[in-house]
């Protein structure tokens, strides 16, 4: 039989649950049953790398004039009219370079991606400053992107390095990790 315990008004906090990242998809972290606290429930101990995460590998939509021809939009169609005054679009552009050669330069676009996706973090004064390095590997095919952020004491934050486009990354146990 299920009982139903009344709650004491005292307001539960509330923290956001971990995403993890196979580099294809992302999906919510469980908690495993051997957990303390919290067994099988959402894992929610990586707050700034999930946020990360969305901002990053979130499509965001973009203007008719910087689709390549017969590409699709993608990315919440609600950012094309429901934003409200001060709110920015959610995601990135980093998809606009999934079907590019790695030409000279990518590099520099999809830092400018990057850094558009991960303003808000610092718009909204999670973090104090971000760094964002895009390498191209073109023996290997590949685009490195290094991210890191900063808190108001120059303490790095969070440090992490993504595998873009070319060739995805492999699924890990601990995505979120750093």
Same mark, same amino acid.
């Given at each position: 039989?299920?009982?139903?315990?009344?709650?004491?008004?005292? +307001?539960? $906090?509330?923290?956001?649950?971990?995403?993890?990242?196979?580099?294809?998809?992302?999906?919510?972290?469980?908690?495993?049953?051997?957990?303390?606290?919290? $067994?099988?429930?959402?894992?929610?101990?990586?707050?700034?790398?999930?946020?990360?995460?969305?901002?990053?590998?979130? %499509?965001?939509?973009?203007?008719?004039?910087?689709?390549?021809?017969?590409?699709?939009?993608?990315?919440?169609?609600?950012?094309?009219?429901?934003?409200?005054?001060?709110?920015? $679009?959610?995601?990135?552009?980093?998809?606009?370079?999934?079907?590019?050669?790695?030409? +000279?330069?990518? +590099?520099?676009?999809?830092?400018?991606?990057? #850094?558009?996706?991960?303003?808000?973090?610092?718009?909204?004064?999670?973090?104090?400053?971000?760094?964002?390095?895009?390498?191209?590997?073109? $023996?290997?095919?590949?685009?490195?992107?290094?991210?890191?952020?900063?808190? #108001?004491?120059?303490?790095?934050?969070?440090?992490?390095?993504?595998?873009?486009?070319?060739?995805?990354?492999?699924?890990?146990? %601990?995505?979120?990790?750093?």
């Amino acid at each position: 039989m299920l009982k139903i315990i009344p709650a004491d008004g005292a +307001e539960e $906090p509330y923290r956001s649950p971990d995403l993890g990242w196979d580099g294809l998809s992302g999906d919510l972290i469980l908690n495993p049953l051997t957990h303390p606290n919290a $067994p099988g429930d959402f894992r929610a101990e990586q707050g700034l790398a999930t946020q990360v995460l969305i901002c990053l590998m979130t %499509d965001r939509r973009v203007e008719a004039s910087e689709l390549p021809a017969g590409v699709e939009n993608r990315g919440w169609i609600g950012d094309s009219f429901d934003t409200a005054e001060g709110e920015t $679009p959610l995601g990135s552009k980093l998809w606009l370079l999934r079907r590019s050669a790695l030409y +000279e330069g990518i +590099e520099i676009k999809a830092q400018d991606y990057a #850094r558009e996706a991960l303003q808000p973090l610092l718009t909204q004064g999670v973090v104090a400053r971000i760094d964002v390095t895009a390498t191209a590997n073109r $023996p290997l095919k590949r685009l490195d992107l290094a991210v890191s952020l900063y808190g #108001r004491d120059g303490t790095k934050l969070y440090d992490n390095k993504f595998e873009l486009l070319w060739r995805q990354i492999d699924g890990v146990a %601990d995505p979120l990790a750093f």
